[in-house]
């Protein structure tokens, strides 16, 4: 019989802070497991069980789109809760994970050694607006709802009730992931693709109202892009498992939990930041979506394509970069005469990322980047947007970074037992046109403004 020990080990941050981001709930967080004298270690969220292979190549809109760029912390909420609340039919959710923006969620981080949740006033008084226009999207409008999200081992104290729970009880179905590593995803489908969403925002207070983020709407989009997004959600919910419920609740409480009558939200205004750009939300008809592609599967070929077909600009806003090929393309670009600009979060949540990152800037400025590299400014809690823009003309927007997590060089994917490596799912969309792409340059040269320059001492 397999002698099996867990040891929870190192955790940079987490309890307040980790309710705080938003990101991920676990960072540099390990499971250690001895399994007959040999050991393996794999990130605490990490339940793949079998080798995944690519399987989904980029694909194109045959047809044009409707197209609507968003912006924490400017409209994501509407953006979000009109996606919602236009739902008649399904909505498809990936997540990385479900945050309160009270204290149903707050816990100290160690991965299955603490407990969340909250009273069942508190749950049912929530104040994130999702969760109250999913429970009506069930309940006043029939509308069939599924969440995929990761598993972090994280049990709802004995007496409470945590979001995901209050969710399952009310009907949405949830299920945990497994595909891969993490499911890095921020991805909503409504009406099996009549709109879709693909962003870097996760379901957090900060990455709504705090953050710098940015998203994009497609909608209408009736073509093979979008065939792509469902398929790739219909095989991670199959390979998926269910969310258990692991408190009992009496009669009347539940009566209380799954009361249909209609919950009222907020939606929340834009922070008044003097000084920083407000990106007004308009929807641009008639564009071009050049392709919509997934990561792992083929998403370093399809960026690293991209990127050498670049002739003129890039200009690329992105949480961080840590995946050394992609520091170097960006070298490469510059060396042949194309005009880098780099503009990245002033703020790290990982200090061994940081020092990653921190190596490409630095050996880009030394090449001759220097003033091609700002940091954004301190305005934002985290600068977490994730888009490049090529020639002034096409604009890619991506859930995930330039990491070997998020853009592996690979095309099999074994479980990190085997292979010490982290795989995450994203998704990625590139789009053709002129004012959607000038959409996301208003953004990136307002935030370029008001940053700093990136020094070496830094």
């Given at each position: 019989?397999?002698?099996?020990?867990?040891?929870?080990?190192?955790?940079?941050?987490?309890?307040?802070?980790?309710?705080?981001?938003?990101?991920?709930?676990?960072?540099?967080?390990?499971?250690?497991?001895?399994?007959?004298?040999?050991?393996?270690?794999?990130?605490?969220?990490?339940?793949?069980?079998?080798?995944?292979?690519?399987?989904?190549?980029?694909?194109?809109?045959?047809?044009?789109?409707?197209?609507?760029?968003?912006?924490?912390?400017?409209?994501?909420?509407?953006?979000?809760?009109?996606?919602?609340?236009?739902?008649?039919?399904?909505?498809?959710?990936?997540?990385?994970?479900?945050?309160?923006?009270?204290?149903?969620?707050?816990?100290?981080?160690?991965?299955?050694?603490?407990?969340?949740?909250?009273?069942?006033?508190?749950?049912?008084?929530?104040?994130?607006?999702?969760?109250?226009?999913?429970?009506?999207?069930?309940?006043?409008?029939?509308?069939?709802?599924?969440?995929?999200?990761?598993?972090?081992?994280?049990?709802?104290?004995?007496?409470?009730?945590?979001?995901?729970?209050?969710?399952?009880?009310?009907?949405?179905?949830?299920?945990?992931?497994?595909?891969?590593?993490?499911?890095?995803?921020?991805?909503?489908?409504?009406?099996?693709?009549?709109?879709?969403?693909?962003?870097?925002?996760?379901?957090?207070?900060?990455?709504?109202?705090?953050?710098?983020?940015?998203?994009?709407?497609?909608?209408?989009?009736?073509?093979?892009?979008?065939?792509?997004?469902?398929?790739?959600?219909?095989?991670?919910?199959?390979?998926?498992?269910?969310?258990?419920?692991?408190?009992?609740?009496?009669?009347?409480?539940?009566?209380?939990?799954?009361?249909?009558?209609?919950?009222?939200?907020?939606?929340?205004?834009?922070?008044e930041n003097p000084g920083v750009y407000v990106a007004p939300l308009i929807p641009y008809k008639n564009v071009t979506v050049k392709m919509a592609y997934t990561g792992p599967d083929y998403a370093y070929d399809t960026v690293m394509a991209g990127l050498a077909q670049t002739n003129s600009s890039l200009q690329v806003m992105i949480?961080?970069?840590?995946?050394?090929?992609?520091?170097?393309?960006?070298?490469?670009?510059?060396?042949?005469?194309?005009?880098?600009?780099?503009?990245?979060?002033?703020?790290?949540?990982?200090?061994?990322?940081?020092?990653?990152?921190?190596?490409?800037?630095?050996?880009?400025?030394?090449?001759?980047?220097?003033?091609?590299?700002?940091?954004?400014?301190?305005?934002?809690?985290?600068?977490?947007?994730?888009?490049?823009?090529?020639?002034?003309?096409?604009?890619?927007?991506?859930?995930?970074?330039?990491?070997?997590?998020?853009?592996?060089?690979?095309?099999?994917?074994?479980?990190?037992?085997?292979?010490?490596?982290?795989?995450?799912?994203?998704?990625?969309?590139?789009?053709?046109?002129?004012?959607?792409?000038?959409?996301?340059?208003?953004?990136?040269?307002?935030?370029?403004?008001?940053?700093?320059?990136?020094?070496?001492?830094?």
């Amino acid at each position: 019989r397999t002698n099996r020990r867990v040891y929870f080990i190192y955790s940079y941050h987490f309890g307040s802070v980790l309710n705080y981001i938003g990101m991920w709930q676990v960072v540099m967080l390990a499971v250690v497991t001895f399994v007959n004298g040999c050991c393996s270690s794999a990130p605490c969220y990490d339940h793949q069980n079998v080798t995944y292979k690519a399987t989904f190549e980029p694909a194109i809109c045959e047809t044009p789109c409707t197209v609507i760029p968003f912006f924490s912390p400017d409209t994501s909420v509407s953006t979000y809760v009109n996606l919602i609340e236009s739902a008649t039919e399904a909505i498809d959710i990936f997540t990385p994970d479900f945050n309160s923006w009270g204290s149903c969620t707050k816990h100290d981080g160690t991965c299955g050694g603490d407990c969340i949740g909250c009273t069942l006033k508190d749950q049912r008084n929530e104040s994130f607006p999702i969760f109250s226009a999913l429970l009506n999207a069930i309940h006043l409008h029939n509308v069939t709802v599924r969440l995929l999200t990761n598993d972090f081992y994280v049990p709802t104290c004995s007496g409470l009730i945590a979001p995901l729970d209050w969710l399952s009880l009310n009907g949405i179905q949830v299920r945990l992931y497994r595909t891969t590593t993490f499911l890095h995803s921020k991805f909503v489908l409504i009406d099996h693709g009549r709109r879709t969403s693909v962003s870097s925002i996760n379901f957090s207070h900060t990455s709504f109202l705090k953050n710098r983020e940015a998203g994009m709407v497609l909608d209408q989009c009736s073509c093979s892009a979008i065939a792509m997004y469902q398929a790739v959600f219909e095989n991670d919910w199959d390979l998926g498992y269910d969310y258990v419920v692991n408190n009992t609740y009496t009669s009347s409480e539940l009566e209380y939990i799954t009361d249909p009558s209609m919950i009222p939200y907020a939606i929340y205004p834009h922070p008044e930041n003097p000084g920083v750009y407000v990106a007004p939300l308009i929807p641009y008809k008639n564009v071009t979506v050049k392709m919509a592609y997934t990561g792992p599967d083929y998403a370093y070929d399809t960026v690293m394509a991209g990127l050498a077909q670049t002739n003129s600009s890039l200009q690329v806003m992105i949480y961080q970069i840590t995946d050394n090929a992609l520091c170097n393309e960006m070298l490469n670009l510059s060396m042949r005469g194309v005009n880098v600009t780099l503009l990245v979060s002033y703020h790290i949540v990982s200090p061994a990322d940081y020092l990653l990152a921190k190596k490409c800037y630095d050996m880009l400025y030394k090449s001759g980047l220097n003033g091609h590299i700002r940091k954004t400014s301190h305005v934002f809690t985290f600068s977490h947007q994730k888009f490049w823009i090529i020639d002034d003309s096409i604009v890619h927007l991506s859930t995930g970074n330039w990491s070997p997590d998020d853009v592996p060089n690979a095309s099999v994917f074994p479980p990190y037992s085997q292979s010490g490596s982290a795989v995450f799912r994203d998704m990625l969309v590139a789009v053709e046109d002129p004012g959607v792409v000038r959409a996301f340059q208003d953004v990136f040269n307002s935030d370029w403004a008001i940053g700093t320059d990136w020094k070496l001492a830094e």
